[in-house]
């Protein structure tokens, strides 16, 4: 009991700490998300963004613990601990890198709202790739009160988990 | 403490999915498994462990296993991994 108290004492106590948009568009719950590693919330829980933009930024300090080489999705470690993942799109990581540019590497320390990366928004889709990025908390059991926003268009860097 | 080699197979390597499979298997078991590559070590029931090593198709990934259920635990992954 006291481990839990101190970690909430730690965490700020009352205040929460926000997880704010890597890419701008329609904020959807993961229930929307025609993947069930993703509906089912095997990797996690979250929410997930239809892009409008064709770029993704840091949603938190932190450090980039994974860059896949395929460039399709990324993982930042937040300072206070959230691992955060953003997968772009469905079934992306078959295009092998195409499409994608990344700006950062794995391992490298990256700030909000820092460029990670850029991605064809029009010509993925136009290959039949449902773009829809998953926003997952993969340490989904240390925050048993997270929230999400969802059911609006939102803005780059607008809060959208509340962990 | 049992031990597997893995080679992947997954013309992508170890991305979310593959990674997934073998974190949900993991969380199955009391006992500790981890996976070794290019000396790095990664915890299987940590998601982003797994998918941090960056191995790629043909890598070779060692599997340890250790504590009461390892046999049960090494028995299980492997049959994730061999169904693939």
């Known amino acids: ?163 | 403490m049992k031990e597997y080699r893995y080679v992947v197979e997954d013309p992508m390597g170890l991305h979310a999915r593959p990674a997934s499979i073998i974190f949900i298997e993991a969380g199955k078991y009391m006992c500790s498994i981890e996976a070794y590559w290019d000396l790095q070590k990664a915890d299987c029931k940590s998601l982003l462990a797994i998918m941090g090593l960056g191995a790629k198709k043909g890598d070779e990934v060692v599997f340890r296993f250790e504590g009461e259920d390892e046999d049960a635990a090494y028995y299980a992954i492997r049959s994730v991994l061999d169904k693939r």
Do not use: W
């Open chain 1, 1 to 163: 009991m006291f481990e839990t108290l101190k970690k909430h004492l730690k965490r700020g106590g009352g205040k929460r700490e926000e997880i704010l948009a890597p890419v701008q568009g329609m904020a959807v719950p993961l229930s929307e998300v025609n993947d069930p590693a993703f509906n089912q919330e095997i990797l996690g829980k979250g929410m997930a963004i239809i892009p409008s933009k064709g770029r993704i930024v840091s949603p938190v300090d932190g450090v980039l613990s994974v860059m896949f080489e395929t460039m399709h999705a990324v993982s930042i470690t937040a300072d206070n601990g959230a691992e955060v993942m953003i997968h772009v799109g469905l079934d992306t990581v078959k295009l092998k890198g195409e499409g994608f540019h990344s700006f950062k590497k794995q391992g490298e320390r990256v700030k909000v709202g820092e460029l990670l990366l850029e991605f064809d928004l029009k010509g993925i889709r136009g290959k039949g790739y449902d773009l829809v990025t998953p926003v997952i908390i993969l340490n989904t059991m240390e925050y048993p009160n997270m929230k999400c926003h969802v059911g609006k268009q939102i803005m780059e860097l607008e809060p959208i988990i509340e962990l």
